[in-house]
Nanobody, 115 residues
Framework: QVQLVESGGGLVQPGGSLKLSCAASGFMFGEYVMSWHRQAPGKERELVASISSAGSSTNYVDSVKGRFTISRVNANNTVYLQMDNLKPEDTAVYYC????????WGQGTQVTVSS
């Protein structure tokens, strides 16, 4: 059974940090590109960051460059999103996605940036 389980979301003040985790199971994690997406209320889901299967290549949406870092530990079947200098516009549900021979989504974790 394929599972992607996100954790680490919560409420944080502007300028603060959070680290999201996505634990994967049920597929060959090391063969999949992993990505983080987010969806704010009333907006479409957008790609935030992606990382290649071996972790050697990353990409970010312009709005998070220099503030967010995606990483993965294939031995632990886990992908992370370190989010620093958070802004109110980062408020959204954050989803983990696996892309390979098939594609899977996690259930999402809420991130709220507010004072």
């Amino acid at each position: 059974q394929v599972q992607l389980v996100e954790s680490g979301g919560g409420l944080v003040q502007p300028g603060g940090s959070l680290k999201l985790s996505c634990a994967a199971s049920g597929f060959m994690f090391g063969e999949y590109v992993m990505s983080w997406h987010r969806q704010a209320p009333g907006k479409e889901r957008e790609l935030v960051a992606s990382i290649s299967s071996a972790g050697s290549s990353t990409n970010y949406v312009d709005s998070v460059k220099g503030r967010f870092t995606i990483s993965r530990v294939n031995a632990n079947n886990t992908v992370y999103l370190q989010m620093d200098n958070l802004k109110p516009e980062d408020t959204a549900v954050y989803y983990c996605r696996a892309i390979g021979s098939r594609a899977f989504w996690g259930q999402g974790t809420q991130v709220t940036v507010s004072s």
